[in-house]
């Protein structure tokens, strides 16, 4: 069975970075496209940054654009999302997503595409 670990999480100032990683185990991680969303208290769960599985096509939401950077290392299993310029609405739980798609050129942005789902991690960006 697919499991998604991720880890990096933490708190940080507003302008600060912070660089998340989500390790996939289990199925060949190159099957799958992978996204970050985050839950902010309150709210519900939205789409931060896809990538799809050969690595050459993205999609950020309009709040991250310029400011995060998605990106994958097939070769570790592992996705990353790297977060600049972090604002305080930036808060929330991250959640790694994986969606088993059968070509290597698509990423979604629906909760309803993805099929595993990590843990999540905590990111609080303070004033």
């Known amino acids: 069975q697919v499991q998604l670990v991720e880890s990096g999480g933490g708190l940080v100032q507003t302008g600060g970075s912070l660089r998340l990683s989500c390790a996939l185990s289990g199925r060949p991680f190159g099957l799958y496209a992978m996204a970050w969303f985050r839950q902010a208290p309150g709210k519900e769960r939205k789409f931060v940054a896809g990538?799809?599985?050969?690595?050459?096509?993205?999609d950020y939401a309009d709040s991250v654009k310029g400011r995060f950077t998605i990106s994958r290392d097939n070769r570790k299993n592992t996705v990353y999302l790297q977060m600049d310029t972090l604002k305080p609405e930036d808060t929330g739980v991250y959640y790694c997503?994986?969606?088993?798609?059968?070509?290597?050129?698509?990423?979604?942005?629906?909760?309803?595409?993805?099929?595993?789902w990590g843990q999540g991690t905590q990111v609080t960006v303070s004033s």
């Open positions: 990538i799809s599985r050969s690595g050459t096509i993205t």
């Open positions: 997503a994986a969606d088993d798609v059968f070509t290597s050129i698509v990423v979604y942005t629906a909760i309803s595409e993805y099929d595993y």
